[in-house]
């Protein structure tokens, strides 16, 4: 029988009552592996009023009580992360070891929330006029909730909820609804090994409907939101006009920039890891490589050849380098791009629609993709969210910086060279959020928030670090006087 999944809300597993499912998919198989609920606005309803109930103490309670559960967690998510990462690429292909891996970032990202006792704290100043002191106090603000994309089922929402909590707010996940499981498997594990009251952390699984419900209704304070940039731009401005605190990071369309005089041996797996790992399913994924100057031929030839060692297979396969995309549309979606991109002058220089895997003939494989394309084209101007890379030349650092600034999206941006002048012009000019020197994956520490500028994020404080818990807290400004004896 499939698994039905559940809410969990108010410290207690619910079933919903929709009758309205969603079949969730091994993309390796097509094989239907559980079927999520999506929830009824009622059901959004007393999951806000659990949360809400759940503020009253748990915003009064001891800070150093706050932060003692997602010490637990920690533990709690290195014992497990193995088992949960099988779920993770069972629901949404990406090979075993990336799984692993965005375990590991989500383990490092509650490790960085437990320093929030250090982050959280007010200011004090003395005799700012005769007698009189002025200090702040950081003060929790209520019900938050977090809408998740498809891409890191395991992570995103912890760029948030371990924040949240440990600020003093009360948390909403809602789920992403084509790979739900992760998420399910980390509330098994708070619910029988984590001391947190009830109702400090809740988790409802749905579609867009959750998402609108949870935007509008007066009891949520706040909204981060992850995932594409049209979907980013309405949440911001609808959360915004409801006067909610609110910040978006959407889509990309990263460019990694190779200088002349780079050794393109020592860099390829770098670069080919951020092209094709997760698929290319990746806000950070490297879209369009662009060689600089006399580079060029080799660099597309090189480029083609470490693309055609790449290992696509089922993701717990021994040596897979790259699974499954995630859905049939997604694949289809991705085919017709192709096709395309071929009609607008696109040169195929590697088709990846050829893959076969064996024993898994049903699975939604797409192979790398590499095309020779221009700006002008979708296939290079689009954030295509899958394994097709664009390659193109330029003349001069100067000309690339330029493309990159023109591009509507701000998330990522690379340049590979040893030459420290380049490397700093580079991150000088780009209007980018996350910059990367010699390295294509440019994820932020929990302790740094994640960049994001222009079409890839809405809103003014950012995910992670400091930024996060300005978002989650608001400063209360306290000017006192005493008289004196
Ligand atoms: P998506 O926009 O389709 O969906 C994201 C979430 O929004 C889902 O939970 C969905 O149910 C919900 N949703 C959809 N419409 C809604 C609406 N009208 N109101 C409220 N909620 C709504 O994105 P996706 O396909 O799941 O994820 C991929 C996208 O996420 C890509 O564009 C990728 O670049 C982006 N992404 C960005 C970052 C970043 O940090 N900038 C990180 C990861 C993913």
Redesign the pocket.
């Known amino acids: 029988m499939k698994k039905r999944l559940k809410n969990y809300v108010g410290g207690e597993w619910r079933n919903s009552g929709s009758e309205d499912v969603r079949e969730v998919k091994n993309p390796a198989k097509d094989e239907v592996i559980a079927e999520v609920p999506l929830s009824s606005s009622e059901e959004v309803d007393e999951c806000v009023e659990a949360a809400k109930e759940a503020f009253e103490s748990w915003s009064n309670i001891p800070v150093t009580e706050r932060i003692e559960p997602l010490f637990e967690l920690v533990h709690g998510l290195k014992d497990q992360k193995e088992r949960i990462a099988r779920g993770l690429t069972e629901e949404h292909g990406k090979v075993y070891g990336s799984a692993l891996g965005e375990l590991e970032r989500t383990i490092q990202m509650v490790e960085g929330a437990c320093a929030t006792l250090e982050s959280n704290k007010g200011d004090f100043t003395e005799n700012v006029s005769a007698n009189i002191d002025e200090y702040t106090v950081r003060r929790p603000l209520g019900v938050f909730a977090t809408?998740?994309?498809?891409?890191?089922p395991a992570m995103?929402p912890w760029w948030y909820a371990p924040w949240a909590v440990a600020v003093g707010d009360t948390f909403i996940l809602?789920a992403?609804?084509?790979c739900p499981i992760t998420q399910q498997r980390i509330f098994e594990l708070i619910d029988e090994k984590i001391d947190l009251p009830d109702g400090v952390i809740n988790l409802i699984n749905?579609?867009?409907e959750?998402?609108?419900r949870l935007?509008i209704h007066p009891d949520i304070e706040g909204i981060t939101?992850?995932?594409?940039?049209p979907?980013?731009k309405?949440?911001y401005s609808q959360a915004a006009d409801r006067g909610k605190r609110v910040q978006c990071?959407?889509?990309?369309n990263n460019f990694l920039v190779v200088m002349p005089d780079v050794d393109l041996d020592s860099v390829m797996s770098n670069i080919m890891n951020s092209c094709f790992g997760n698929a290319g399913?990746?806000?950070l994924a490297g879209s369009i490589v662009l060689g600089v100057g006399e580079i060029y031929p080799e660099l597309e030839e090189t480029f083609i050849d470490h693309a055609r060692e790449i290992e696509v297979d089922q993701g717990m396969e021994e040596g897979a380098d790259m699974g499954p995309v995630v859905s049939k549309e997604a694949l289809e979606r991705l085919e017709s791009d192709i096709e395309q991109g071929l009609q607008e002058g696109g040169e195929l220089l590697m088709d990846g629609r050829e893959i076969e895997v064996e024993g898994y003939d049903q699975g939604y494989f797409l192979g790398p993709t590499v095309f020779k394309a221009k700006k002008g084209m979708k296939i290079f101007d689009e954030?295509i969210?899958g394994p097709i890379v664009c390659l193109d030349s330029v003349e001069t650092l100067d000309e690339a910086v330029e493309m990159i600034n023109e591009d509507k999206y701000g998330?990522a941006a690379s340049i590979y060279t040893e030459k420290g002048g380049a490397a700093r012009e580079f991150r000088n000019g780009v209007k980018i959020g996350n910059v990367g020197v010699n390295l294509g994956v440019v994820a932020p520490m929990s302790y740094y928030p994640?960049g994001?500028m222009k079409d890839?994020?809405f809103g003014d404080l950012h995910?992670q670090g400091k930024d996060i818990v300005n978002f989650f807290a608001d400063r209360q400004v306290v000017i006192r006087r005493w008289m004196k004896k």
């Open positions: 809408i998740a994309p498809f891409n890191f995103v809602k992403n609804e084509q749905g579609g867009k959750v998402g609108e935007i939101f992850v995932g594409s940039t979907v980013g309405e949440i990071q959407t889509g990309a399913q990746r806000c954030e969210f998330n994640f994001g890839s994020f995910g």
